[in-house]
């Protein structure tokens, strides 16, 4: 009933130059995929250069890490929804960790972004996770639920399978170590009993959550079969077309 999403997060890494021939390999590499759903969120610069390539290859979709709330306007170095659109981005990474500790993004700034990307027929990937004091300390639950309720706030349920959730919790990013996949389907379980609680169960039964940090083609099998983890938001693994194209295919066993 859900799709599974497999997005590739490149972070401030590859050329637009090197993107292209990325892409080339991938296709090769990956040959037909029909039952996962797969994006590659670049730079922006690369962006026009994938929207080419993907262009003639309907497989990949394209993704946004980062966009501002506002439709236009002086606000130097941002992104617009617009522009983005232009470009046919169809989703956008609201909310990552990294901007959330990094460059100070809040959870209002988060609401904002998730309603403009909403309103420019965008799809956000949300982004929650805690870290790891907040995980020791035993309040997954309460920063998780924070994060969603706040980020969600204004969200109509009717929009809210458009959303892509994706539970990454910031110890697991770029550090090698995954939740096991008991972990991870816990809280993924929790946050599709909160989208319940908040919208309805029908919708929340709908809408697909991510796995992200530390995903790598050995760990994706497990991490996919667990019910409620809907596909994966892939950082470092997802840099090198071959490892992407192995993820892709340990996810269609997991289905099979
Ligand atoms: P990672 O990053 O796969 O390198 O841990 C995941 C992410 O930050 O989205």
Redesign the pocket.
């Known amino acids: 009933m859900r799709k599974k999403i497999l997005a590739a997060?490149w972070?401030m890494n590859l050329t637009h130059v090197e993107a292209e021939s990325y892409v080339e390999a991938f296709l090769h590499e990956v040959g037909e995929v029909n039952d996962v759903e797969i994006v590659i969120i670049p730079s922006f610069t690369s962006i026009p250069t994938l929207a080419q390539a993907s262009g003639n290859a309907p497989l990949i979709r394209l993704g946004a890490q980062n966009l501002h709330w506002e439709r236009s306007g002086a606000f130097t170095g941002e992104i617009s929804a617009t522009m983005l659109r232009a470009l046919f981005v169809k989703y956008v990474i609201i909310g990552?960790?990294?901007r959330r500790t990094l460059f100070g993004e809040t959870d209002e700034m988060v609401q904002k972004k998730v309603h403009t990307a909403l309103e420019a027929g965008l799809r956000p990937i949300m982004?929650v996770g805690e870290s790891l004091a907040e995980r020791e300390s035993g309040s997954v639950q309460k920063v998780l639920g924070r994060q969603v309720a706040e980020g969600l706030k204004g969200v109509s349920a009717d929009h809210l399978p458009e959303i892509v959730l994706?539970y990454?919790p910031v110890w697991?990013?770029?550090?090698g170590l995954t939740a096991s996949p008991a972990q991870a389907e816990e809280v993924h379980a929790f946050l599709r009993s909160l989208l319940a609680e908040l919208f309805d169960k029908s919708v929340a039964d709908r809408t697909r959550i991510q796995y992200?940090?530390?995903?790598k083609p050995e760990n994706t099998e497990d991490l996919m079969r667990e019910p409620n983890i809907d596909g994966a938001?892939?950082?470092?693994?997802?840099l090198d077309p071959h490892s992407f194209a192995r993820i892709v295919r340990a996810t269609e066993k997991a289905l099979r």
Do not use: P, Q
Not at 233 to 238: E, F, M, P, V
């Open positions: 997060n972070k990552h960790s990294e982004c994706a990454e697991a990013i770029g550090t992200g940090g530390s995903v938001l892939i950082g470092g693994a997802s």
